[in-house]
């Protein structure tokens, strides 16, 4: 405990010193000097203190990626990470980073890193005269059942293409799947 309480912190003064004024006796061999008494300056440790805490602050978000999201409006589409569906922001709670959203499966209240601003669905299209424009939505593709279903072609032998290793090498398939 000695030794732990005689070492200098970041700030160049132990937590014995700053306590007592002094250094402590150790087993390390020391001058007269070292002795004397010599109160540090409350004020100059604190602002020194002050200084490392906010380099490691910003050395950790820095290495860790962290930043600031920017706030989300009324009316924002969002994507729920933990529901994986889409929603839309209904408020934002006061003095907090969380936001109400409005999901096909009711109201839900989430912080605001789960929350991922989804793009405009809407295409603006050219100036049609002076300060006119109009807002063209994409086409929508009904699915119908054969596009959901692949269909298997047949493979003749001409339309086969021979499958090669990365050295070049071809691969044979065995006996029994060649028929």
Not at 71 to 80: A, F, M, R, S, Y
Not at 116 to 145: M, N, R, S, Y
């Amino acid at each position: 405990m000695l030794v732990y309480r005689s070492t200098p912190l970041q700030h160049g003064f132990s937590p014995a010193e700053m306590l007592m004024g002094r250094r402590l006796r150790t087993t390390l061999p020391s001058t007269k000097e070292m002795m004397k008494p010599s109160v540090p300056d409350p004020g100059a440790v604190k602002l020194k203190d002050e200084a490392i805490k906010e380099r490691q602050v910003h050395d950790f978000n820095k290495h860790h990626g962290a930043h600031k999201l920017p706030p989300l409006e009324k009316g924002d589409k969002v994507w729920v990470k933990d529901q994986n569906r889409e929603g839309v922001v209904a408020q934002k709670i006061e003095h907090r980073r969380s936001y109400e959203v409005t999901t096909p499966q009711g109201q839900v209240r989430r912080n605001r890193k789960h929350l991922v601003t989804l793009p405009e669905t809407t295409i603006p299209a050219p100036q049609l005269a002076e300060g006119t424009t109009t807002e063209v939505k994409p086409e929508v593709k009904e699915a119908t059942p054969s596009d959901r279903v692949p269909v298997a072609k047949e493979a003749t032998p001409s339309d086969r293409v021979p499958v090669t290793t990365r050295s070049g090498r071809e691969v044979k398939l065995p006996a029994r799947f060649r028929e």
